[in-house]
């Protein structure tokens, strides 16, 4: 493929807009190195003499070890900073962290943060490549990756697939970087869940489906994807109970049969097994959870090295 | 096998637009047959109840009763309180949730489902807490209390007062198909308040509740109706204002529909001078002209069901000074009598009366029942549309007295009542 044809963004903020052609050199790029990871020798050179900054405004030890080991894999300098939210709460103070690192000059720096847009705002005041590592309750692009990533490996393509998306849909920024991209792929997507969790407006985000049914939600998709349940949406009055939760919109066997025979069943992690899913589903042949923490590497390794290779040069 | 044969009485049925003399045939507490002809129509092993020419219609099926068990059977018992049904002709009753505990966990439910039973007389259709211990604060396990046989959700006689919790459960409540029941009442404009708004509370110096209260909570609460597409119905609605708002709403297409109770169409505010406390009601008595309001709403469809609001109170509870007294009345034993005052005057005929009593409330909370039609259960009232008699607080079926129709004279008499095919109310032939 020509260069001119694959993404050329300076930053990853989101998927949302992105089409299957800038979408697919990012999956090639992390199979390739998916391999290379596997067979110990990754390419320690591709990110020589540069530094990333992983910037954490929310805690999230799996995705910033991701990056980390993505980052170290290919040879960069790796810095972590985690901040605690209270005292970055608000525009200023995430202006002045923009300005602290900009006089760092560290080249890609990844960011967290619990409002959605953050990252955004941060890539308009620094000089590196910003990715967006989760924001808020809008994108995360590189689990989206990793999700298209794991599917295609098993699945072969994502052209003419069906995928269920259950659970907290409303809150979740992995569903809606799904969304994006598996229609943007030629999949079709179905959005699982409560009306609370998964309001009709979800509809909007594309070309999706909304079902309020779980039984009618699985029928014959060829993955499942369940969703994190956070304990504070009981709280809130989203959903009555953790044991009424499982009941009605976890996937368990009775559920699993529903799909195709060998539907993959997914996870972004960490999970609530007894909540949004059953243990026996997610420790079966059917899961493939655990490749998409092996698979998140390698998305990461092919999102820095591609938006490394865009940065303009000093 | 046994089997009763019904003679000698006017079946109606609004189910089937019935209304006619004929014969009904009961095997095995199933409705066997209608309009039976000839001798195949009277088999030899039936026994035989000559009705007199009385009405034959199916069991009414009452929406809102609360009783005091469990948690207050120094009130009422569920079979104190299944006397009373079986006295008024109610066959099935649909429990409001808020006893003490709150039917907010789903064995509860199968309980009160299966005590319903035990008692042989009545058929207790269990309400679900909306939200735990009908607190109004956290969700009750709508799904799971629904699969053990919640037929609806309802804080009882409590409306839910923050607008976004109400919305969440509306929008939950859609999703598994339930319907959520109403308190029409503005938690904090009532909040405090004894008597309607107006010139007769500023006179006797009661706290007030404006009818613009229920206006209110029905406005806000139409509009959620309408943002999640739920199922909501009101209880008990009182006022012109809020049946023009539920009728307007009904006319958009939406699903929202509600009952009446009737005090609400037979008794005023006026009930409350001298501060007698068994017409201290929840809402309170209204105006003459909300009261002809509900009679008009009921001859134009507006309102969907009548419903007792059967309250039942110690005598302790009603023994107090106006404000401080319990509010809400006994039902059951008056439900038909008062509501074929409205026949007799001329505001419902006597088949949309039946249907407001039997086969809508069955259609609304999803029941059984509520039909003669062949192969039904044979739950069945007979009653004779013009006998009078004299309410006396004192001498009702059940344990509870607080009635606010003390001394009322009524026409329309309840003579039988049969649960399954057997004879659980009147004479044994």
């Known amino acids: ?314 | 096998m046994t089997a009763t044969l019904f003679e000698n009485v006017r079946l109606i049925d609004p189910s089937n637009e019935r209304d006619s003399q004929s014969r009904l045939l009961v095997r095995d507490g199933v409705i066997a047959g209608v309009d039976l002809a000839g001798a195949e129509g009277r088999p030899e092993d039936a026994a035989i109840v000559d009705g007199q020419g009385a009405i034959l219609c199916p069991g009414l099926i009452d929406m809102r009763v609360a009783i005091g068990e469990p948690g207050f059977e120094y009130r009422e018992t569920i079979a104190s309180c299944a006397r009373a049904a079986a006295a008024g002709g109610v066959t099935t009753i649909a429990v409001l949730p808020n006893s003490k505990p709150a039917i907010d966990e789903p064995a509860l439910v199968r309980l009160l489902r299966g005590r319903g039973e035990e008692t042989g007389q009545v058929s207790i259709l269990p309400y679900g807490a909306l939200t735990k211990g009908c607190n109004g604060e956290e969700m009750a396990e709508l799904g799971l209390l629904r699969e053990a046989g919640a037929v609806a959700f309802t804080d009882g006689t409590q409306a839910i007062a923050d607008t976004k919790r109400m919305r969440l459960l509306l929008s939950y409540a859609h999703g598994i198909g339930a319907m959520v029941v109403q308190h029409p009442e503005d938690p904090s404009l009532a909040r405090g308040g004894c008597a309607t708004g107006g010139a007769l509370a500023t006179q006797m110096g009661l706290p007030q509740i404006p009818a613009a209260a229920e206006a209110i909570l029905i406005a806000r609460d139409i509009r959620l109706a309408e943002m999640t597409g739920a199922r909501l119905h009101f209880g008990h609605v009182s006022t012109a204002e809020g049946l023009a708002l539920i009728r307007a709403a009904k006319g958009r297409g939406l699903p929202v529909t509600c009952d009446t109770a009737p005090p609400y169409f037979s008794l005023n505010e006026d009930e409350i001078r001298d501060f007698r406390t068994y017409a201290k009601l929840s809402p309170p008595l209204r105006a003459e002209s909300d009261r002809l309001a509900v009679c008009a709403a009921l001859s134009d469809g507006t309102i969907d069901a009548i419903a007792s609001d059967h309250t039942p109170w110690d005598a302790d509870d009603k023994r107090l000074p106006f404000a401080q007294a319990s509010a809400g009345g006994t039902g059951l034993a008056t439900l038909l009598g008062v509501t074929l005052e409205r026949v007799h005057n001329g505001d419902v005929t006597l088949i949309q009366a039946l249907r407001l009593l039997t086969q809508s409330p069955a259609a609304l909370l999803g029941a059984p029942g509520g039909t003669l039609a062949v192969g039904s259960t044979a739950d069945l009232c007979l009653f004779d549309p013009d006998a009078s008699w004299v309410v006396e607080a004192g001498t009702l079926p059940g344990r509870a007295q607080n009635t606010p129709f003390d001394g009322r004279a009524l026409r329309g008499k309840v003579l039988g009542t049969w649960k399954n095919g057997v004879r659980v109310f009147g004479e044994t032939e």
């Not at chain 1, 990756?145 to 794991?150: C, P």
Request: hydrophobic letters at 45%; one cysteine or more; a positive charge.
């Open chain 1, 1 to 314: 493929m020509a260069d001119s044809q694959l993404y050329s963004g300076r930053h990853l903020l989101g998927l949302e807009g992105m089409t299957a052609a800038q979408i697919e050199p990012f999956l090639d790029l992390a199979a390739s190195y998916a391999l290379l990871s596997r067979s110990r020798t990754p390419p320690r050179d591709a990110l020589r003499g540069r530094t990333l900054i992983n910037l954490f405004f929310e805690d999230s030890t799996r995705t910033r070890t991701s990056f980390e080991l993505a980052g170290k894999r290919l040879g960069a300098d790796v810095i972590n900073m985690t901040v605690a939210t209270s005292s970055v709460n608000k525009g200023e103070t995430l202006l002045d962290t923009a300005a602290t690192l900009n006089a760092m000059r560290c080249d890609l720096l990844v960011v967290r943060h619990a409002q959605s847009g953050a990252p955004a705002l941060l890539s308009r005041k620094v000089e590196a490549s910003v990715v967006n590592a989760g924001d808020g309750m809008h994108e995360h692009p590189t689990q989206a990756l990793l999700d298209a990533m794991t599917i295609r490996r098993h699945l072969g393509t994502l052209r003419g697939l069906t995928v269920a998306i259950c659970g907290d849909v409303g809150h979740s920024r992995v569903a809606r970087s799904n969304i994006h991209l598996l229609t943007a792929m030629g999949s079709k997507v179905r959005l699982v869940g409560p009306p609370t969790l998964v309001p009709a407006a979800m509809a909007s985000l594309g070309n999706v489906e909304v079902f309020h049914d779980m039984e009618a939600g699985l029928r014959d998709v060829d993955v499942i994807m369940t969703l994190r349940l956070q304990r504070e949406r009981m709280g809130a009055g989203l959903v009555p109970s953790a044991r009424e939760f499982f009941r009605f919109y976890g996937v368990d066997r009775r559920r699993l049969v529903l799909a195709k025979p060998n539907a993959l069943v997914m996870h972004p992690g960490p999970m609530n097994r007894g909540v949004e899913i059953a243990s026996d589903v997610a420790d079966s042949t059917q899961s493939v959870i655990q490749e998409q923490v092996e698979m998140g590497v390698a998305v990461r390794m092919a999102v820095l090295d591609r938006l490394s290779r865009m940065r303009v040069p000093a």
